[in-house]
Nanobody, 115 residues
Protein backbone atom coordinates (compact mmCIF):
# COMPACT_ATOMS: atom_id res chain seq x y z
CA UNK A 1 0.00 0.00 0.00
CA UNK A 2 1.38 3.37 -1.04
CA UNK A 3 1.71 5.93 1.72
CA UNK A 4 3.06 9.46 1.68
CA UNK A 5 3.11 11.11 5.09
CA UNK A 6 3.95 14.78 5.42
CA UNK A 7 5.16 16.46 8.57
CA UNK A 8 6.79 19.68 9.72
CA UNK A 9 4.04 22.19 9.10
CA UNK A 10 2.94 24.76 11.62
CA UNK A 11 2.57 28.42 12.46
CA UNK A 12 5.53 30.67 11.76
CA UNK A 13 6.07 34.42 11.67
CA UNK A 14 6.88 36.22 8.42
CA UNK A 15 10.57 35.85 7.67
CA UNK A 16 10.75 32.56 9.52
CA UNK A 17 11.71 29.10 8.35
CA UNK A 18 10.21 25.63 8.28
CA UNK A 19 11.32 22.27 7.01
CA UNK A 20 8.70 19.92 5.63
CA UNK A 21 9.31 16.20 5.38
CA UNK A 22 7.55 13.50 3.41
CA UNK A 23 8.04 9.83 4.23
CA UNK A 24 7.21 7.41 1.45
CA UNK A 25 6.40 3.73 1.64
CA UNK A 26 4.99 1.14 -0.73
CA UNK A 27 6.77 2.55 -3.79
CA UNK A 28 10.10 2.09 -5.51
CA UNK A 29 11.13 5.51 -4.33
CA UNK A 30 14.14 6.11 -6.53
CA UNK A 31 12.06 5.64 -9.68
CA UNK A 32 9.62 8.41 -8.75
CA UNK A 33 9.73 12.12 -9.29
CA UNK A 34 8.86 13.75 -5.98
CA UNK A 35 7.10 17.05 -5.67
CA UNK A 36 5.69 19.50 -3.18
CA UNK A 37 2.45 21.24 -4.03
CA UNK A 38 0.31 23.66 -2.07
CA UNK A 39 -3.26 24.79 -1.98
CA UNK A 40 -4.40 27.98 -0.34
CA UNK A 41 -8.04 28.58 0.57
CA UNK A 42 -10.09 29.36 -2.51
CA UNK A 43 -7.21 28.67 -4.86
CA UNK A 44 -6.13 25.80 -7.06
CA UNK A 45 -3.39 23.44 -6.03
CA UNK A 46 -0.08 24.55 -7.47
CA UNK A 47 3.37 23.12 -7.90
CA UNK A 48 5.93 24.47 -5.45
CA UNK A 49 8.98 22.36 -6.23
CA UNK A 50 9.89 19.06 -7.78
CA UNK A 51 12.95 16.82 -7.74
CA UNK A 52 13.09 14.19 -10.44
CA UNK A 53 14.27 10.62 -10.03
CA UNK A 54 17.53 11.83 -11.56
CA UNK A 55 17.92 14.65 -9.07
CA UNK A 56 16.92 17.57 -11.28
CA UNK A 57 15.04 20.28 -9.40
CA UNK A 58 12.52 22.84 -10.53
CA UNK A 59 10.75 25.57 -8.58
CA UNK A 60 7.79 27.86 -8.89
CA UNK A 61 8.94 31.40 -9.56
CA UNK A 62 7.32 32.56 -6.33
CA UNK A 63 9.62 30.41 -4.18
CA UNK A 64 12.89 30.47 -6.11
CA UNK A 65 15.74 31.48 -3.87
CA UNK A 66 13.71 30.85 -0.72
CA UNK A 67 12.79 27.16 -0.87
CA UNK A 68 14.98 24.11 -1.44
CA UNK A 69 13.74 20.63 -2.27
CA UNK A 70 15.87 17.57 -1.62
CA UNK A 71 15.51 13.82 -1.47
CA UNK A 72 17.13 10.95 0.36
CA UNK A 73 16.58 7.79 -1.64
CA UNK A 74 18.01 5.54 1.07
CA UNK A 75 15.50 6.84 3.60
CA UNK A 76 12.66 7.27 1.08
CA UNK A 77 12.27 10.87 2.19
CA UNK A 78 11.75 14.16 0.43
CA UNK A 79 12.21 17.51 2.12
CA UNK A 80 11.23 21.10 1.52
CA UNK A 81 13.35 23.65 3.34
CA UNK A 82 11.56 26.98 3.40
CA UNK A 83 13.22 30.27 4.30
CA UNK A 84 11.96 33.85 4.44
CA UNK A 85 8.37 32.72 4.62
CA UNK A 86 5.67 35.17 3.61
CA UNK A 87 1.96 35.33 4.45
CA UNK A 88 1.21 34.32 0.86
CA UNK A 89 2.99 31.01 1.51
CA UNK A 90 0.14 30.04 3.81
CA UNK A 91 -1.43 26.86 2.44
CA UNK A 92 -1.78 23.15 2.87
CA UNK A 93 1.36 21.56 1.48
CA UNK A 94 1.12 18.19 -0.23
CA UNK A 95 3.73 15.65 -1.19
CA UNK A 96 3.35 13.87 -4.51
CA UNK A 97 5.09 10.83 -5.96
CA UNK A 98 4.77 10.32 -9.70
CA UNK A 99 6.00 8.34 -12.64
CA UNK A 100 4.89 8.60 -16.27
CA UNK A 101 1.83 6.50 -15.42
CA UNK A 102 1.17 6.86 -11.70
CA UNK A 103 0.53 9.58 -9.16
CA UNK A 104 0.09 9.40 -5.42
CA UNK A 105 -0.61 12.17 -2.92
CA UNK A 106 -0.14 12.61 0.76
CA UNK A 107 -2.76 14.03 3.09
CA UNK A 108 -1.05 17.39 3.44
CA UNK A 109 0.38 19.52 6.21
CA UNK A 110 -0.77 23.02 7.08
CA UNK A 111 1.69 25.91 6.90
CA UNK A 112 0.49 29.22 8.30
CA UNK A 113 2.62 32.35 8.05
CA UNK A 114 1.28 35.06 10.29
CA UNK A 115 2.38 37.54 12.91
Amino acid sequence: QVQLVESGGGLVQPGGSLRLSCAASGIIFNLHDMGWYRQAPGKQRELVAIVTSGGITNYADSVKGRFTISRDNAKKMVYLQMYDLKPEDTAVYYCRAQTYSTSQWGQGTQVTVSS
